[in-house]
């Protein structure tokens, strides 16, 4: 059984997260729905007025009830399939609380949303998104603002030089397109107009997909990448984008720079990241 760990605010945006991955993955899977409270989120005063109560039980009383809420509702939603769900509350860090429950309880993805540049509580892909990708050795599911579930159709899969078609990652990848009978983009993206090694080696790489699956492969030579991954999007009517992680090199070369950083503040659907 696949373990999938849910994070959530309680925010419109978290919970509509919930949703895209209770619809993409259904029944089959054990939901764990973690909440972690922030250091800047009480006050003095709700350890005074604890009374009787342990300060604990008084910090996360409101939390815990609003976790059986978000349980209640999903059931409710989700009727009649029956949801495997357990809640989960912490202190801490939040990569660091996430890291603790990926171990525990041997999650295979992190589902999370994210509200771009404008975010109020600046859950961007410069802070807990981008985070959560780079400290968590995990994969990761990350959901735009708004986006509401639809069956994936079409992914697209952007290469750049250090990018590979061949290995255990790419396998995986290679699974999960065709559990849902999509069809795999593969957009090799050479900004400098250089042919790198690695795109000399996809021929091997693409040689397993002619008659596994329906994919196309494209090479974009001297645009920047946040133009390219952006236009292929919109002109494919794409459902999803996948990225391959390579430790903290993918994030310096496709999420940091300034080309980079306009895909992710401008993300259009649902994310994909698998880690190597």
Do not use: W
């Not at 981008?130 to 069956?151: A, Q």
């Not at 390579?246 to 994030?251: D, R, V």
């Amino acid at each position: 059984m696949r373990n999938i760990l849910l994070l959530t605010d309680f925010s419109k945006n978290a919970l509509n997260a919930i949703h895209y991955a209770i619809n993409l993955y259904g029944s089959k899977c054990k939901y764990y729905i973690l909440h972690v409270k922030r250091s800047t989120s009480y006050t003095t005063d709700d350890i005074l007025t604890a009374g009787n109560e342990s300060i604990y039980d008084s910090i996360f009383k409101n939390d815990k009830n609003e976790l059986e809420s978000v349980v209640t509702d999903l059931k409710n939603k989700f009727q009649p399939t029956t949801l495997n769900i357990e809640t989960i509350m912490d202190f801490d860090v939040l990569t660091d609380a996430v890291n603790q429950v990926v171990k525990s309880k041997n999650i295979d993805l992190v589902v999370m949303g994210t509200n771009g540049a404008t975010g109020a509580k600046e859950v961007i892909f410069g802070s807990n998104t981008i985070n959560v990708i780079r400290k968590v050795n995990c994969d990761t599911l990350v959901i735009p603002e708004n986006f509401e579930y639809r069956k994936i159709k079409e992914i697209v899969l952007p290469l750049d030089a250090l990018d590979s078609v061949i290995g255990q990652p790419f396998s995986r990848i290679l699974e999960f397109v065709k559990s849902y009978e999509s069809k795999l983009h593969l957009l090799r993206i050479n900004q400098n107009g250089s042919i790198p090694n690695s795109q000399l080696s996809d021929k091997e790489g693409i040689n397993t997909l002619s008659k596994e699956m329906s994919y196309s492969y494209n090479i974009i030579n001297n645009i920047p990448m946040h133009y390219a991954v952006s236009g292929f999007i919109q002109t494919q009517n794409i459902d999803l984008m996948i990225l391959i992680e390579q430790k903290e090199l993918m994030f310096e070369r496709f999420f940091m720079g300034s080309t980079t950083t306009k895909i992710g503040n401008n993300l259009t659907v649902p994310l994909m990241v698998f880690h190597s």
